[in-house]
């Protein structure tokens, strides 16, 4: 049901923010005078296709906001979003030349991609936490243990089923023959209680208590130890080596975008997720973006001093070292390959939130 977003065209973008600064509504997301009037006055922006891995919601909000706003228009992109969806192979048209980057999931592909000889990079980060969850009926287990202890039917893909759940079978408890197939319906974990069910902290929870009437518990799977980026900004190496200015303007642009969507007004960027995704509710849109806040989904850890998108060496190594405990992927890969740090970690945007949120 996702639409494709074209966006307003660079110039006219820049019309516009342009005449809302001299009608004195003054510049948006805080930018300065001088910054508006060299928008205005740009006569080309550079095209920049980016795809999602989903259809579009609150949780690609950063990257709506800052085309909503102007903001990569500022810095010379036009960003075109290509939302994803069930029959969308984002990842495959970037690696076509389709796409100019892809919004990844966490970095277990990257790190297949590395290994295959596939040069993907991952430039940022915007999930600081993998939101993954597994939920169960009310009160049904005390404790996160009691999942595997007391042989719950695990509802999860097949993604899942090649990273979370083979770390915790081997940290948890969790048997492989307890594993369900999860097809994106929640029927048969509502109907018994002695299943569990993955998720997104930020979706499928508001999703089953709308349908049935009552919220599940909801373990969130980086708080017991599955520690990884998600939500990361994917390009092609060589796009990446020929173009840095280009790179570096998608990944401040967004890192900017995440702060005013979470902390500030965010209802043109809603607006536009929602007309990629008629189905997108207001409710869901606002218990996502609460989700994200509450569970430090985008910004928290590294990011509270390093900024959003931050990533470092540490982190990508212990989810390495997850993935190959797990038997996942060998520990000969070189996976630090299959990243950059130098286009994050600068702080960018964290004059936006302490102006957003100080006042």
Known sequence: GAGTHRGISGRRKARDIYWMFIRGAGAVGGAPATLVASLASAQDLTPFRFGTNWVAQAEHGGYYQSVADGTYAACGLDVTIEPGGPQVNGRALMIAGKLDAYMGGNMLQPFIAMDEGIPIVVVAANFQKEPQVVMTHPG??????????????????????????????ETAGWKRENREPYTFNSAPFVADENKAQQGYVTSEPYAIEQAAGWKPDVWLLADYGFESYATTIEMMKPFVDANPEIVQCFVDGTAKGWYTYLYGDNAAANEMIKKDNPDMTDGQIAFSIQAMKEYGIVDSGAALELGINAMTDESHKAFFDIMVGAGVIGPDLDYTAAYTLDFVNKGVGLDIKKTLTDG
């Open 140 to 169: 049904r287990v005390a404790s996160f243990e009691e999942i595997g202890a007391q042989d719950l039917t695990i509802l999860a893909g097949d993604a899942g089923f090649q990273t979370f759940y083979p770390f915790f079978v």
